[in-house]
């Protein structure tokens, strides 16, 4: 992940005149997150575009200690004034590849849940590994738009 904040950094670097600015959003998938430099430097550089960020997270990173970075990220985003989203990136990361209809459902209805309790607004949902076999396409038909107002994941 470094290696692709470096290159959006150096996109960053580009005079603001010369930045669609309108057409920018950026997304970033959540492994492990972390606020140091090289993020703190990312969001700065960002908040001077207005480029809205949404982080695609797994719920499952806030029972360990990089969890509350999540929520320190977040606050150090609005901060400077950053427009940020939080989307949800599964329970656990797992696949959602062979599972059905039923079960892939209710994972993301947990995962979008579970961040809404913590008072986390979530409205997105991006698969991990991008999972956009047949099985989950069909799904996204089912789900409530309330709970899942967009999903990430299908390309196409």
Do not use: C, W
């Not at 470094?2 to 580009?14: F, G, H, T, W, Y």
């Not at 997270?57 to 985003?77: C, V, W």
């Not at 696949?95 to 209710?106: F, H, V």
């Amino acid at each position: 992940m470094k290696a692709k904040l470096k290159r959006l950094l150096a996109l960053l670097s580009i005079p603001k005149r010369k930045l669609p600015r309108r057409r920018i959003l950026i997304t970033v998938d959540l492994d492990d997150p972390i606020l140091d430099d090289l993020h703190r430097n990312f969001v700065e550089r960002i908040s001077r575009f207005g480029i809205p960020l949404t982080l695609f997270s797994p719920n499952s990173l806030r029972d360990h200690r990089e969890g509350k970075t999540l929520q320190t990220l977040i606050s150090f985003a609005l901060q400077k004034r950053v427009r940020i989203e939080v989307g949800s990136h599964s329970i656990t990361h797992e696949s959602l590849n062979d599972l059905e209809i039923r079960n892939i459902q209710s994972i993301i209805e947990q995962s979008i849940s579970s961040f809404q309790k913590e008072g986390i607004p979530v409205r997105g949902f991006r698969a991990p590994y991008l999972s956009i076999e047949p099985t989950y396409r069909a799904v996204l038909s089912t789900m409530n738009r309330e709970v899942l107002a967009y999903d990430s994941s299908v390309l196409f």
